[in-house]
């Protein structure tokens, strides 16, 4: 690719002479990357023996070995050379339909990597690199044409860079792979195998033990050997039995927020990748419907406020069993529900991640997923990822459970309160939640955007989501306190609560602010509080029979399953994507139907993922746990970040 812009310069200085009036390098474009690249099968018609000369690459600052190289290249392509042909055409042309959106033309990633001619030091192998075309055209809004670059590997991605200087090309070294550079297994992903290899040793034996008592009839000789058990662990996981105590609602509630949490960074993966129609996206996003499928801020506040409920119900029906409040139980025991698996997670993510993967687009995934979890791996683990500011966030969605374990950590200051003066403990938590709406709104009003910069991160501090959580430690309280015959609410009224309901979910999911000041400010105080407002009647008509269809849908026995794998899909899902993106390394091209294509198989290969991701962690810490602090069967159990049993 890179030859012909080099080699047709005169050509390109007549075209500019006659044609001032237009951009330069719109009229390199169309002279002459618009005819020099054509199929393997027809770049016999290429004259290359009148473009290519000895003085190719004289001038350029390059190294000897790139010289002679990129040297012996030319010479090659000019004689028809089947390994030349091969590495011209592994780099992209600039695409067609780039008004259309189309920025970006991979070129042929694999066979680059392929290419090895002569033998001994001399060989030349193929380097695949991602350039970055600056282009200034009218009616189109991107200025970078991403583009395939194939080069011997002897040459560095600024000595290519050098060739291009006069078309304002760009190549990072980062963006460049080779045969030889493609990550190989270290010591620590080595270690992380041996881990992996040995739980899935201790699971099988666990699960074979298991099988062979059941089979016989008899009990395992200790509780232990079969807490890892998958036999065991998938009868539990698919149990249906409805508990008299759950609040059965919460199921859908929880798996439809982790669904759209899903479905928020899909649509966000998928604005970075090469695909032909780029424009869709650019309508898609001033469509009506782009404000519902990035519904992943509310879906967020619905985690927050059924978290609260939920620890604040449980903590009531624990304290009518006059169980006896362990401070040591109530942390280690969430803190064991919510580590193992982040762990695993993390471990793919710092160490495994990479060599699961290739092709144009994995550099920049992997450096993403990877390197934040190889540095700042203990915040993720200690639940502090909202401190770190301005540092990238290990397993980015974690930051959630990172601020909901801090709420965690305080809540019993107000839960020990509330059972023992809870007039005056929900009037102080009413005052704390608007308290926490006034702090949002004028750190939003005078700081705006700088808000990054105060102690914490302010869409992610604690202040910031605590009135959800508040809420829902309330509404916890009060379903708890309230027995359902107590509530008779006339038709009208459950009507009028209904429709005021639904007018601000969709309120709080359809209506956009602009980046006025004063509205963002109002925007980011009362979204949270109005949608936990509106969430919180649902659960109570849900729960105390004015639900209708709508507490039958929530509480369908089908959400039960998904709802004991949502934490699970919440914390691994974006590791599922970027694993399901590595396979785009053509540009296809994008609609609503395509779209939701790939987000129905993001759902099912997440879905079979956090099954077994669930079997294989989740479940056997929680059955050593339960064991430990002999939950009883059947009762209530501590809540997870993002899920409940």
């Not at 780039?98 to 680059?112: A, D």
């Not at 045969?179 to 297994?185: D, I, R």
């Not at 966000?268 to 650019?282: A, E, M, V």
């Not at 306190?481 to 979910?505: E, G, P």
Request: with cysteine.
């Amino acid at each position: 690719m890179y030859l012909y812009t080099r080699f047709s310069s005169k050509s390109a200085n007549t075209c500019v002479s006659s044609m001032k009036q237009i951009n330069v390098l719109v009229c390199l474009l169309l002279h002459f990357f618009g005819e020099a690249f054509a199929a393997i099968d027809k770049l016999h018609q290429i004259e290359f023996e009148t473009l290519i000369r000895e003085d190719t690459f004289e001038g350029l600052h390059v190294s000897e070995a790139c010289s002679s190289q990129l040297n012996k290249y030319a010479k090659d392509l000019s004689n028809m050379q089947t390994w030349a042909l091969k590495m011209f055409d592994s780099s992209g042309q600039v695409p067609a339909g780039v008004i259309g959106g189309n920025y970006y033309e991979l070129g042929s990633f694999q066979q680059c990597l392929k290419i090895a001619e002569g033998s001994g030091k001399d060989t030349i192998f193929g380097k695949y690199c991602m350039g970055k075309l600056t282009v200034s055209v009218k009616n189109v809004t991107e200025s970078v044409i991403n583009l395939g670059v194939c080069m011997p590997r002897a040459c560095k991605a600024k000595e290519i860079q050098s060739y291009y200087k006069d078309i304002k090309m760009l190549i990072n070294e980062d963006t460049c792979q080779t045969e030889e550079n493609q990550p190989k297994l270290d010591f620590n992903a080595q270690l992380a195998l041996a881990f992996l290899g040995l739980w899935a040793c201790l699971i099988v034996i666990s699960t074979v033990y298991d099988m062979i008592m059941q089979s016989l009839n008899r009990a395992p000789a200790h509780w232990a050997l079969v807490s890892f058990s998958c036999y065991t662990n998938a009868k539990r996981l698919s149990d249906t039995t409805v508990n008299q105590e759950d609040i059965s609602c919460l199921h859908g509630l929880r798996v439809i927020s982790v669904m759209l949490v899903i479905m928020a960074h899909h649509q966000t993966l998928i604005n970075k990748l090469p695909i032909q129609n780029g424009n869709f996206i650019k309508k898609f996003f001033y469509s009506h419907v782009y404000p519902i499928v990035l519904g992943g801020n509310n879906a967020i506040t619905t985690l927050f406020f059924m978290n609260g409920l939920i620890l604040s119900y449980i903590f009531m029906v624990n304290s009518k069993q006059k169980a006896k409040f362990s401070w040591v139980a109530f942390y280690v025991r969430r803190y064991l529900s919510l580590t193992p698996t982040l762990g695993v997670i993390i471990i793919l993510h710092a160490f495994l991640v990479r060599h699961l993967g290739s092709g144009p687009l994995w550099p920049p995934i992997v450096n993403k997923l990877s390197d934040p979890c190889t540095k700042y791996w203990w915040t993720a683990v200690f639940y502090i990822q909202n401190f770190n500011l301005g540092k990238p966030m290990c397993v980015e969605q974690s930051w959630f459970l990172s601020v909901d374990m801090q709420l965690y950590v305080l809540s019993p200051l107000l839960l020990l309160t509330l059972l023992k003066k809870p007039k005056a403990t929900l009037y102080a938590t009413g005052c704390l939640t608007l308290f926490c709406i006034g702090l949002s709104y004028l750190s939003t009003l005078f700081f705006g955007k700088d808000s990054i910069n105060l102690p914490f991160h302010k869409p992610k501090a604690p202040y910031a989501v605590a009135p959800a959580w508040l809420m829902g430690i309330i509404l916890g309280y009060f379903v708890y306190n309230t027995k359902k015959s107590a509530i008779v609410l006339k038709k009208v009224h459950v009507m009028v609560l209904w429709a005021v309901a639904i007018a601000i979910i969709l309120a709080c999911s359809c209506l956009r602010f602009s980046n006025r000041s004063l509205e963002t400010a109002w925007d980011s105080a009362l979204r949270r509080p109005l949608w936990s407002l509106a969430l919180g009647w649902v659960v109570f008509a849900c729960h105390f029979g004015y639900g209708g269809i709508v507490n039958g849908f929530l509480s369908s026995a089908k959400f039960r399953l998904l709802s004991r794998i949502s934490y699970s899909a919440f914390i691994s899902h974006v590791f599922v994507q970027a694993i399901a993106l590595e396979v785009f390394q053509m540009m296809p091209v994008w609609d609503t139907g395509f779209m939701l294509k790939t987000l129905w198989i993001n759902y099912v290969m997440i879905f079979f993922f956090s099954v077994a991701l669930t079997l294989a962690f989740g479940s056997p810490v929680d059955s050593i746990s339960n064991k430990i602090w002999k939950t009883p069967t059947g009762k209530v159990r501590s809540t997870r970040g993002s899920k409940t049993k």
